[in-house]
């Protein structure tokens, strides 16, 4: 039930019709992220994204919260490395008003120089946050670690020190530049009428300037793919843990072996029956929260481990991680395991897709990387074409050293750790 419709100024709407719901999801995705900002402009995609809901030309914050509220519908946004995206979720009756809002904030949001201020004081708390939540900060200080000084590294939400310089003018410019048609998508899944939408969307979108003003330094350092940084990082603070997080280069977004990489990073941490929890949790008690996760984007990507321990026991889980990555690369894997792993990644993905929210981000995200809708079975038999030869090449491809780090956080100068990530 996949339809496509380009814009005549280059918005594309994507539409996954579900008539057997009464919900619609409809997002406005752009093609910007926090990895197309330059230093001095860190945090400024997801400024923003807060701006974005702080009034209209006939809105105001209070009244767009309340339009959403009196329908019983969600109206939110989030910012990511490389997109931004502002959805609603209403029932099937109510889709008129969550394209109204959306499109009232996309195109009408007035930045007012007092919601601003205030704002501010928002995002800096949000950063301040972030970094009290000592298990969310070591994956901060770990891609400062592992992407050195590349805009991928840096956080989300900027630092302190750039959110506090930025003025209206910077906010207008930076829509001006980034927030052109051509790198807009409008998706939406649920109860709904894709032509009806798209008509409706070229109506209210469609006057969107398709030229814009021109993005200086288009091959600059924001376009560059990463040079990864290898080594251990210690960075000390007062905590009852240590908590580490562990990363290997790996694959892009659009690589190839993305399914063997699923099925790799579902073996080794991917949930209760991993490697990684039987392992370190269970056999050993050795941390509370152990797991794996794929960080992948248009060019680069790494496989990465968290782990929160005692400073006592943090030598040892480093190197039970390294030793279950060696064993992968070496081939010790059995058949079961692997069909375990398949039907685990199935079955997760079927039951995400159950809602159209799920289904309208899975059609964007498609679009983005892809420039295609990517179907459930084509996934699905990506998945179970995987071998165990597939699995090991690519885990021993992957265990280098030129392409490991390892980044600690705690009060790490009480005891000196004799860590290493050796993988003979």
């Given at each position: 039930m996949y339809k496509k419709t380009v814009l005549a100024n280059g918005i594309r709407v994507l539409t996954e019709e579900m008539p057997y719901t009464r919900s619609v999801s409809l997002g406005i995705w752009v093609e910007n992220g926090s990895r197309h900002e330059e230093r001095h402009q860190g945090g400024i995609s997801h400024f923003l994204e807060h701006l974005f809901f702080k009034g209209t030309a006939t809105r105001s914050a209070a009244r767009i919260a309340e339009?959403?509220?009196?329908?019983?519908?969600?109206?939110?946004a989030f910012t990511a490395k490389e997109y931004t995206c502002y959805y609603a979720k209403v029932l099937d009756e109510n889709l008129?008003?969550?394209?109204d809002l959306l499109t009232d904030i996309f195109r009408?949001?007035?930045?007012?120089?007092?919601?601003?201020?205030?704002?501010?004081?928002?995002?800096?708390?949000?950063?301040?946050?972030?970094?009290?939540?000592?298990?969310?900060?070591?994956?901060?200080?770990?891609?400062?670690?592992?992407?050195?000084?590349h805009p991928l590294g840096r956080p989300i939400c900027g630092t302190a020190a750039t959110v506090l310089k930025f003025h209206r003018e910077d906010f207008l410019n930076f829509v001006q530049e980034r927030y052109l048609p051509g790198k807009v998508i409008v998706a939406a899944a649920g109860h709904l009428s894709h032509e009806e939408l798209a008509s409706e969307l070229e109506r209210r979108l469609g006057s969107l300037n398709p030229v814009g003003s021109a993005i200086q330094n288009p091959k600059s350092k924001i376009e560059a793919a990463p040079t990864f940084q290898s080594g251990i990082f210690q960075h000390a603070k007062p905590l009852e843990q240590v908590h580490l997080c562990f990363g290997l280069a790996a694959i892009s977004q659009c690589d190839p072996l993305r399914y063997a990489a699923y099925l790799l990073n579902t073996i080794l941490g991917g949930g209760m029956s991993s490697r990684l929890f039987q392992e370190i949790r269970e056999k050993r008690g050795r941390a509370y929260s152990v797991y794996s996760f794929l960080s992948t984007y248009r060019d680069v990507g790494y496989l990465g481990v968290y782990a929160g321990t005692s400073l006592d026991w943090a030598e040892e889980v480093v190197e039970l991680i390294v030793a279950e990555m060696r064993k992968l690369a070496t081939g010790e894997m059995r058949d079961d395991e692997l069909e375990r792993a398949k039907s685990q990644l199935v079955g997760n993905m079927l039951l995400g897709l159950e809602s159209?929210?799920?289904?309208?981000?899975?059609?964007?995200?498609?679009?983005?990387?892809?420039?295609?809708?990517?179907?459930?079975?084509?996934?699905?038999?990506?998945?179970?074409?995987?071998?165990?030869?597939?699995?090991?090449?690519?885990?021993?491809?992957?265990?280098?050293?030129?392409?490991?780090?390892?980044?600690?956080?705690?009060?790490?100068?009480?005891?000196?750790?004799?860590?290493?990530?050796?993988?003979q």
């Open positions: 339009e959403m509220d009196a329908v019983g519908g969600v109206l939110n008129p008003l969550a394209v009408h949001s007035v930045f007012d120089q007092e919601e601003i201020e205030r704002e501010r004081t928002v995002v800096l708390q949000e950063i301040s946050q972030a970094e009290d939540t000592p298990d969310d900060y070591v994956h901060d200080l770990f891609n400062l670690d592992f992407f050195s000084d159209s929210d799920s289904w309208m981000s899975h059609t964007a995200k498609n679009e983005i990387y892809f420039g295609r809708p990517l179907s459930i079975e084509e996934i699905t038999q990506g998945i179970r074409a995987v071998s165990r030869d597939d699995i090991v090449e690519l885990s021993a491809s992957v265990l280098r050293p030129e392409g490991m780090a390892l980044t600690l956080l705690g009060d790490i100068e009480k005891k000196k750790l004799e860590l290493s990530l050796a993988i």
